[in-house]
């Protein structure tokens, strides 16, 4: 025996240096921690290049938290409370990376745009462990949030009653909501890249939502491709499914100048005219007064579905300035951020204005309908044109 090893760490330390492809398979028959195999061997572990989690956060500010991970303290804890799967034990060959800093990577790959080696190198993992916790993070996050913050069953009376209330605050009656579409920069595999061109010449896929008074998404639809139109993803989706089926639409309808008017979602000129769904008169010379006040309107509650993209982007530039190529679901970190955004939210989580410079590439141009005419969608946006007109009279 040499320096007190017994026959079992002589093989193991043997094994390293004949045969490194055998090496995990001795240490699982000793029973051998990581630990204990550096401190036999004498190999110390490579040095991490970066400890940014370690030592530069702990001795800064609550400011340099927020502007690093994009949430106050206070929230983050409460996603290491909500997110427990996330934790990991130490396998015999490593020591398992803590719960609060694979969250902390998450983040903040997802508010950054550097590269993910660089992300790496500054947190002190490879850039390979950093796309793996983010995949994971972000499963967890749909898995364990989106029933609180983005629910599937987005169309209860609950929802209904705060989010007409709320629009009402704003000048709205009846609204639920403002719909739109928004492209979000990815690089896709190249047998598909013909679908993802838009209009503007740059591959996008298509985050479709409906936000609600407080820039909250109520709904969305991600993965469109870049060709789509608005409007078609709107045809197609749960949400116009769900205002034409269900029950609580009619039941929370509202009289106004002796017209019923139900809920309403509302959206541009791209979109297709009907009872649930207002969208802007084409104004010329002629038009009325009540025409002009609608569009006004309308068109105040439409920049808020237009602000929280902005304001997502602007929290999480890594959609905001275009998804790199080997994220491999572009809807899987899509789908975290809004869950995150209406996270933000909840927990008064507030954008800061540096956050929002240079964040978007141009919006392709939005498609028009031609000749599309819906008497009773007619009656309900005069009846809510002379609404406006009598409320400033």
Known sequence: MESGL???????ISALEQDRANLMKF?????MSATTFQYLTKVPSLPRLG????EDVPRNSDEFFKENFRLKRSAFNVLVDRLPNLREKDSPYRLAIPLEKQIAIALYTLGSSSDFLTIGNKL??????????????????????????????FLTQEKITETIKGFETIGFPQCFGAMDGCHIEISPKSENAVDYKNSKGWYSTILFALVDFRYRFSYISVGSPGCSHDSKIFEKSNLKRK????????????????????????????????????KPYRLSWQSTPEQKAFNYHLSRVRRLVENAFVQLKARFQRIGKGL?????????IIACCCILHNFCIAHNCSIKD?????????????EVWI??????????????????INENS
């Open 27 to 31: 240490m699982d028959l000793a029973g």
């Open 324 to 332: 790199d190529s080997y994220i491999e679901n572009p809807s899987l």
């Open 371 to 388: 000749g599309n005419t819906n008497e009773i969608a007619e009656c309900i946006r005069q009846a809510l044109g002379k609404h406006f």
């Open 51 to 54: 400890t940014f989690w370690e």
């Open 243 to 278: 205002l034409l089926e269900s029950n609580l639409v009619k039941k929370n309808s509202k009289s106004i100048n002796g017209v019923e008017v139900p809920i309403l979602v509302l959206g541009d000129s791209g979109f297709r005219f009907a009872k649930n769904v207002m």
């Open 124 to 153: 002190g993992v490879s850039k390979a462990m950093v796309c793996r916790i983010l995949t994971k993070f972000c499963r967890e996050v749909i898995k364990q949030l989106a029933g609180e913050y983005l629910p599937p069953d």
């Open 6 to 12: 017994d026959e079992t760490e002589l093989l193991i």
């Open 354 to 366: 540096n956050w929002q410079t240079g964040v978007d590439l141009e919006q392709p141009e939005r």
